[in-house]
Nanobody, 121 residues
């Protein structure tokens, strides 16, 4: 079973940047589709970005052009570079392994603790 630990969140002003990291344990990381998700109180968790083993990426419309997902397979780590942050990006951010099926991404593993991102002046 893959264990995931997110880090890098914090408080940032609108227009600022943060870089999140997701460290994975488990040998299957190198063959896994990985994604970042976020959740705010009272709302469903939503997918933010995904990256394949080959580096192909896909983003939610709300973050296109502002967020960049990347991965380092040698370090078993996936990153989320977030630029031009907006107050509506405030959420707890999680990573997970994924499956892509019939045009949708499905998170596969257990959720970690996540990392809080707060965008506020």
């Amino acid at each position: 079973q893959v264990q995931l630990v997110e880090s890098g969140g914090g408080l940032v002003q609108p227009g600022g940047s943060l870089r999140l990291s997701c460290a994975a344990s488990g040998s299957i990381f190198s063959i896994t589709l990985m994604g970042w998700y976020r959740q705010t109180p009272g709302k469903q968790r939503e997918r933010v970005a995904s990256i394949s083993i080959g580096g192909a990426t896909d983003y939610a419309d709300s973050v296109k052009g502002r967020f960049t997902i990347s991965r380092d397979n040698a370090k078993n780590t996936v990153y989320l570079q977030m630029n031009n942050l907006k107050p509506e990006d405030t959420a707890v951010y999680y990573c997970n392994t994924e499956r892509y099926y019939s045009g949708r991404y499905y998170p596969l593993g257990s959720w970690g603790q996540g990392t809080q991102v707060t965008v506020s002046s």
